[in-house]
T-cell receptor, first 115, second 118 residues
Framework: DAKTTQPPSMDCAEGRAANLPCNHS???????VYWYRQIHSQGPQYIIHGLKNNETNEMASLIITEDRKSSTLILPHATLRDTAVYYC????????????????FGKGTKLSVIP | DSGVTQTPKHLITATGQRVTLRCSPR?????VYWYQQSLDQGLQFLIQYYNGEERAKGNILERFSAQQFPDLHSELNLSSLELGDSALYFC?????????????????FGPGTRLTVL
């Protein structure tokens, strides 16, 4: 799977949009971009994923650049409960052999939402 | 709540001992994954089972083993425990192993078991 690069930390004011960037310049055409977050020591929580089109759900929006080399996770109105480590993960779509579905976590971005 | 349950929440044991961690996947999910999160290594994939069969192995030590039962719950067995095995152990589940090429097969994580080896 392609590697990802994320800033180690970011701050965001409560109520403002949080924009978390991720670089995945070596992504392949059949690889999805996934976002998870981990609040304190809880289990990672699935947020959203996408292939090439922008995606939106009740939690967030995912903007993927046209060349797919980077993406941005947007939390439209950050609250204190959004303080967490956010992981951007690139993973192959479909089954391409043993281990193809495992998630490879990097260090993520620690987002601090400030009151 | 992801629908994945793990027991126990906390486990404290001594070096050299053996423990069993249990995971129940979301209803309808056939795949179970185990991950370890330690302070120095981050979140690492250990092993995956699909419908009772081992499907993939990651950085799992030989002292560790897992299985998935006919009712699809899974157990992770850790033996000859060392201080360095202290970590959070997470289980995740997904619908399937994704033999459909278009399937993204999202994984949903449980709350984890915190293992402390003294």
């Amino acid at each position: 799977d392609a590697k990802t690069t994320q800033p180690p930390s970011m701050d965001c004011a409560e109520g403002r949009a949080a924009n978390l960037p991720c670089n995945h310049s070596t992504i392949s055409g059949n690889e999805y971009v996934y976002w998870y977050r981990q609040i304190h020591s809880q289990g990672p929580q699935y947020i959203i994923h996408g292939l090439k089109n922008n995606e939106t759900n009740e939690m967030a929006s995912l903007i993927i650049t046209e060349d797919r080399k980077s993406s941005t996770l947007i939390l439209p109105h950050a609250t204190l409960r959004d303080t967490a480590v956010y992981y951007c993960i690139v993973r192959v779509a479909g089954y391409s052999g043993a281990g193809s579905y495992q998630l490879t976590f990097g260090k993520g971005t620690k987002l601090s939402v400030i009151p | 709540d992801s629908g994945v349950t793990q027991t126990p929440k906390h486990l404290i044991t001594a070096t050299g001992q053996r423990v069993t961690l249990r995971c129940s996947p979301r209803s309808g999910d056939l795949s179970v994954y185990w991950y370890q999160q330690s302070l120095d290594q981050g979140l690492q994939f250990l092993i995956q089972y699909y419908n009772g069969e081992e499907r993939a192995k990651g950085n799992i030590l030989e002292r560790f083993s897992a299985q998935q039962f006919p009712d699809l719950h899974s157990e992770l067995n850790l033996s000859s425990l060392e201080l360095g095995d202290s970590a959070l152990y997470f289980c995740a589940s997904s619908v399937g192993s994704g033999v459909n090429p278009s399937s993204t097969d999202t994984q949903y994580f449980g709350p984890g078991t915190r293992l402390t080896v003294l």
